[in-house]
């Protein structure tokens, strides 16, 4: 178990940064923040380090790069951790870059946790170094090789949580790095960390039993970027991305056509879009729909890289997973529902 754990925290992403979906930076950029990240890891090396959690009641100070993670981290750490998530809600992790203050909070951690798999594809390099210094938990690299679905160019599909049955593997990983990094309360955050997996588990049969509701024949699922692979096989949807994996070109003409076709001809009765990505070519897919004689709604805004925001009732992994859930049921279940397009 500890050489795992060793291998999960400081062994690096199996997949290199080899031409695949995300591009490589600049090398004089990629320069100048190797250099200025350097000096800040040698800093944070000399000035000697604080004990963990000294200057938070004891607390560990973790940082965690997406919504989605820190959600993680709070489930399994509970009142032992202080959080801090660098990405607000509604941030896309694929194209954030790192900021200056982002590398001051990472320098105070007593922690790191990150998605991994090159989600935060402009940190992966600064995480790398980070990993030197103190403990790096990457999530979606802790996970079980053979259940990962791949991208193209040896890297993997990076967006796991959407599966909550695979991303309950990566529960374990979290909770074993608080309990070496906290071991006073270790078997508290094992304790956490068991009841939360199993939650997962229970909402994973729930969101594959609404899923079934669907008629079979219009259980597909069309978004705006390709974010929902592991969710459609895991729950048994069909998935499509108008815009593929990349979230900047956009959708060709013959995309659309596609798609339109497809929509037309499985009476697919509603599509969906995301906060965070231009739902242009959502319009026109839904312009050539109706061309065709067909009416296309706007089953919702899923929440794909990014939990909900305070307030939004998808503040978790859970409730987004079943927000997210229960607008797709809506939306393809009943063909005479009213769609959310439709309401005043
Ligand atoms: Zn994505």
Request: hydrophobic share 45%; glycine share 12%; aromatic share 6%.
């Amino acid at each position: 178990m500890i050489l795992r754990i060793q291998k999960m925290i400081f062994d690096f992403p199996k997949n290199e940064v080899a031409g695949g979906g995300f591009r490589p930076w600049n090398p004089a950029a990629r320069w100048i923040v190797f250099a200025a990240w350097g000096l800040i890891v040698l800093a944070a090396g000399c000035g000697g380090r604080e004990p963990p959690g000294a200057a938070d009641g004891g607390r560990l100070r973790v940082v965690a790069t997406t919504t989605v993670v820190a959600d993680l981290v709070r489930q399994v750490g509970g009142d032992r951790v202080t959080v801090d998530c660098l990405m607000a809600p509604g941030i896309d992790p694929h194209s954030y870059k790192p900021t200056p203050r982002d590398a001051d909070r990472l320098a105070g951690a007593d922690l790191v946790v990150a998605s991994g798999l090159h989600l935060e594809g402009k940190l992966t390099d600064l995480l790398e170094r980070l990993g030197r210094s103190r403990p790096v938990v990457l999530v979606g690299d802790s996970l079980p090789e053979a259940d990962l679905i791949t991208a193209g160019g040896g890297l993997f599909d990076p967006h796991v949580w959407f599966d909550a049955r695979l991303w309950s593997h990566g529960v374990a990983p979290v909770a074993e790095a608080l309990a070496t990094a906290d071991p006073a309360h270790a078997s508290a955050h094992r304790d956490r960390a068991a009841a939360y997996a199993a939650r997962l588990v229970s909402l994973d049969e729930r969101l594959r039993t609404q899923i079934a509701t669907i008629p079979e024949g219009r259980r597909v699922l069309v978004t705006a970027h390709d974010a929902f692979r592991y969710f459609g096989r895991a729950y048994g949807i069909e998935v499509v991305g108008v815009q593929g994996t990349s979230t900047e070109s956009e959708a060709g003409l013959a995309d659309i056509n596609r798609l339109v076709d497809l929509v037309v001809s499985r009476g697919i009765p509603a599509v969906f879009i995301e906060t965070s990505v231009s739902d242009r070519s959502v319009a026109a897919l839904r312009e050539g729909a109706t061309a065709r004689g067909h009416d296309v709604g706007v089953g919702g805004t899923l929440y794909s890289d990014s939990l909900g925001g305070p307030g939004s009732g998808a503040e978790t992994l859970e409730a987004a997973l079943e927000a997210n859930t229960s607008a797709i049921v809506e939306a393809l279940a009943d063909r005479s529902a009213p769609r959310a397009e439709d309401a005043p």
